[in-house]
């Protein structure tokens, strides 16, 4: 090696990272596809968790134990989460009949002007079920196979509810065990990464949960003044799609532009398009901003390429945690820089 010129040999030690990296990390997804019946819940927990530990905070604080807290907390989360998976399901189950036949109205018009292309959205719209039907259930079995989709998802969420308690409850020993898990010498550099890694998470789950609902109610409101049929079932869909960013919002916004091409003609689908890209205008440069700006910071084209990634991976589930799992990424790549750069200035 000593033959060799230096770039080079600087050049052959960052691919042999780069290859043990990759190495490690490819081993990493396998192992995570191979157990997932017990990751998938402990990612949803973590979520949870971080979208729900500023309020156990505040009721720890107030001087309530943290086990009562932490129970308090996830029957808090029963309750809303419950209730609104009741408001949008109804909302969609009222107002899918009336958004199906929106679209495929919308795509027998386009059918009209553009022929084949608008044929072929005729025939997505009219097997709009079936196709969601197989969608979701090639989803459900990627994540968990050999039982019911039904009896899969309430195992996965009482177990994630189980475990987002027991997280709460016992957050405040997470350093310790952390620390004591450490190699020696490293129990420091690690906290901070986890700090920084969840914090990232956190300031990801409550940002996107504030600005969903800001969109949403803009979106449902908006459609109600316009007369568009299915406001709630469009303001619904919004809501579910901004946690997978960029790609839900054109989906859902796309939704919402189609129905109300079809019901109320075209001036009033091209108020709705205006709606639709004064909330997006809102969304870009001021909410996530003004909210997410400092906790989670990537650019677009890598939320892209991570949620086309987690697609591949996991299916939906894949597209709804691979932004906040980058987002934890980031946040270790940001402090091993920082720490980084104050050791190079400490040493010069």
């Known amino acids: 090696m000593q033959l060799l010129p230096l770039p080079v040999r600087r050049l052959a030690a960052w691919c ?36 729900l530990g500023p309020f156990h ?31 949008v ?44 039907g197989r969608f979701g259930g090639t989803a459900a079995s990627g994540v968990i196979s050999g039982v019911s989709v039904v009896g899969e998802a309430i195992a996965m969420a009482v177990l994630a509810l189980l475990l987002v308690f027991f997280f709460l409850r016992d957050s405040h020993r997470a350093t310790g065990t ?50 568009v049929p299915g406001a709630v079932g469009l303001g619904a869909l919004v809501f579910v799609g901004a946690y997978i960013p960029y790609l839900g919002a054109f989906v859902s916004g796309a939704v919402a532009v189609l129905v109300a091409l079809a019901d109320r003609g075209f001036v009033i689908a091209l108020w709705a398009l205006g709606l ?3 909330v997006q205008v809102l969304e870009g440069h001021v909410l996530q901003p003004m909210i997410q700006s400092r906790t989670v910071q990537m650019h677009p084209a890598v939320v892209m390429v991570t949620i086309t990634a987690g697609a591949s991976v996991a299916g939906i589930l894949g597209m709804l945690l691979a932004v906040p799992l980058t987002a934890a990424g980031f946040g270790v790549v940001h402090e091993l820089r920082d720490r980084y750069a104050a050791s190079a200035s400490s040493d010069s």
Do not use: W
């Open 16 to 51: 042999t990272v780069a290859l043990l990296v990759a190495g490690v990390v490819y081993v990493a997804v396998r192992l995570c596809a191979e157990f997932r019946t017990a990751v998938v819940p402990v990612l949803l927990a973590l979520l949870g968790t971080a979208l």
């Open 57 to 87: 905070r505040r009721l720890v604080k107030a001087g309530v134990n943290r086990g009562v807290a932490a129970g308090l907390t996830c029957v808090a989360v029963v309750c809303v989460v419950g209730g609104a998976v009741y408001i």
């Open 89 to 132: 399901v109804a909302a969609l189950i009222d107002s899918g009949e009336q958004i199906v036949a929106s679209l495929r109205r919308a795509a027998q018009g386009i059918a009209e002007h553009f022929g084949a292309a608008g044929t072929s959205l005729d025939d997505l719209a009219s097997n709009a079920r079936e196709l969601l």
């Open 178 to 227: 952390l620390r004591s898990l450490s190699p020696r010498g490293a129990a420091d550099s690690v906290e901070a990464m986890a700090r920084r890694a969840y914090q990232a998470v956190e300031g990801f789950m409550r940002g996107t949960t504030f600005i969903a609902l800001i969109d949403a109610l803009c979106i449902t409101v908006g459609l109600l003044v316009l007369d």
């Open 276 to 278: 639709v890209l004064a």
